[in-house]
């Protein structure tokens, strides 16, 4: 009894196995979601990551940046913050630029605003629609055919984040992006899956997502080394969360829609 156990435990192992190298020789080679008309981002379209603080690039972002400046995507970066909470925005925007080269995004590609009524605040509310034009205008200059940001719980719930969300989805729902620009929205888990590292894959894989973006180990060391880049923020906490957080080995997107 014990002997048929063991095999069968063994046989459990092996599939479980197998099914989770599939998922990530599926989703690892992965150059972007399909465009609007069926084609894949081609190597040279540039992308859009709008966040709303130093940091959340590799905080959260880190498998779809490498990922999309892997396969040759021209990414660039749009912070809406120097992250002045703590009167840190000078430091932190240095951070913040170290921490892009590391994930493949040139000095050139990287924007950081600093604008009085966008202060790293969670208890202010961003105005969306001054958002919006920040996010248009860059998205017109840069020629940008697929922006990323926050969906509407933010992945920690920060009122920046989220209203980058209202911001880009009332871009959407506009039709004030120009053809072909896709948005895609960063899943938010509940706080169990978030804290699960990479035991998250067999869930992320079977809840619904448009694009889900894994890190080989290599991968996620330099994303790790991105977030060394933050010095000033480096407390004992955000040590743990480089090895229990999901969002430093995975990512999965919703498209928007109407
Ligand atoms: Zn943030």
């Excluded at 997502?209 to 480096?234: N, T």
Aim: proline share 5%.
């Amino acid at each position: 009894m014990e002997t048929l156990g063991l095999c069968l435990l063994s046989a459990l192992i092996c599939c479980y196995y197998f099914w989770i190298r599939n998922i990530y020789r599926k989703n690892s080679g992965d150059p972007g979601p399909p465009a609007a008309g069926g084609e894949r981002p081609r190597p040279g379209a540039a992308a859009l990551l709008v966040t709303a603080h130093p940091d959340d690039e590799c905080m959260f972002f880190a498998p779809a940046l490498l990922r999309l400046a892997g396969r040759g995507l021209s990414v660039h970066l749009l912070c809406l913050s120097t992250g002045n909470f703590y009167k840190q925005g000078d430091v932190r925007k240095k951070e913040l630029l170290q921490s892009c080269a590391v994930l493949g995004i040139p000095s050139s590609r990287v924007t950081i605003l600093d604008h009085s009524d966008l202060p790293d605040n969670p208890r202010v509310q961003w105005d969306p629609a001054l958002i919006a034009m920040l996010i248009l205008r860059h998205v017109q200059i840069h020629h940008i055919s697929l922006v990323l940001t926050f969906d509407e719980d933010g992945v920690s719930g920060h009122a920046n984040h989220i209203a980058l969300y209202y911001a880009i989805r009332k871009l959407h729902s506009e039709k004030k992006l120009p053809n072909g620009c896709q948005a895609l929205v960063l899943q938010s888990t509940n706080v169990l899956r978030k804290y699960i590292s990479i035991l998250d894959l067999p869930i992320s894989w079977l809840r619904p997502h448009y694009v889900m973006y894994i890190l080989h180990s290599w991968e996620y060391q330099q994303a790790k080394k991105a977030m060394y880049c933050h010095q000033s923020q480096l407390l004992w906490f955000r040590h743990l969360y480089l090895y229990i957080s999901r969002y430093m080995f995975i990512n999965t997107f919703h498209l928007m829609s109407q």
